[in-house]
Every structure is written in C-alpha cells, then in structure tokens.
Nanobody, 124 residues
Framework: VVQLVESGGGSVQAGGSLRLSCAASGYIGRTYCMGWFRQAPGKEREGVAVTYVSGSNTYYADSIKGRFTISLDNTNNTLYLQMNSLKPEDSAMYYC?????????????????WGQGTQVTVSS
C-alpha cells in the first residue's frame, strides 16, 4: 500500500510561486507513475503533471506548461510541484497520486493511490 501526504499549499497573489511536496511511503517501483492533479469547486478533477519514478518521462497539462515543474527526489521518496507565475485559475485543491501501471493515458485513467490534498488559493 502506498501512502501519500501533501504539503506546501497556501495563499499567494497572482504572479507568485509555491512549491508543493508529497511524501510517499510504502513500495513504489520504478515503473510507477506519480503526479499531481487538482480540483476546483464545481469543476472536475484534472491532471496537472506526472512523472515515472524512473524519471524516464514527464508529462504536463497544456494549461500549466512552462509555469509548473514536477520533480521527484528518490532519496527521500518525495514528489514536488514547483508552481511559478500562478494565476487565479490555478486555485484548487491539489492532490498527489500514484499509479503502479505507469503514466500512459494519465489524463483519463484512474490512479490507485491518492493523498488528502493541499489547498492552493491565488488572488488577483
């Protein structure tokens, strides 16, 4: 069983930055996919960015390309999301997720393991 605990959310003005962290425990293989998703009130959950634990491939949603960077520190099993140039539309609950079957079709497939989420609020 994989356990995921997010931190780093908060309130920031538009144009600011935040770094989210996701501490992972349990067995996580190199072919696992780990990533970030978000859900704003009244909207469906959407994918933000994912990466293979091996580091072989990383994928981003079009809406955040060039502004967000996903990274994984395998020495302490922590996933990060560096968010720069934040916009009010980035406001959402951000969730860390992990999927043993990899990152293929990550925007549509279900992920097996989820954290509790961390809130990000961007004011204009």
């Amino acid at each position: 069983v994989v356990q995921l605990v997010e931190s780093g959310g908060g309130s920031v003005q538009a144009g600011g930055s935040l770094r989210l962290s996701c501490a992972a425990s349990g067995y996580i293989g190199r072919t696992y996919c780990m990533g970030w998703f978000r859900q704003a009130p009244g909207k469906e959950r959407e994918g933000v960015a994912v990466t293979y634990v091996s580091g072989s491939n990383t994928y981003y949603a079009d809406s955040i390309k060039g502004r967000f960077t996903i990274s994984l520190d395998n020495t302490n099993n922590t996933l990060y999301l560096q968010m720069n140039s934040l916009k009010p539309e980035d406001s959402a609950m951000y969730y860390c997720a992990s999927e043993p079957a990899g990152c293929m079709n990550w925007l549509r497939r279900p992920f097996n393991y989820w954290g509790q989420g961390t809130q990000v609020t961007v004011s204009s």
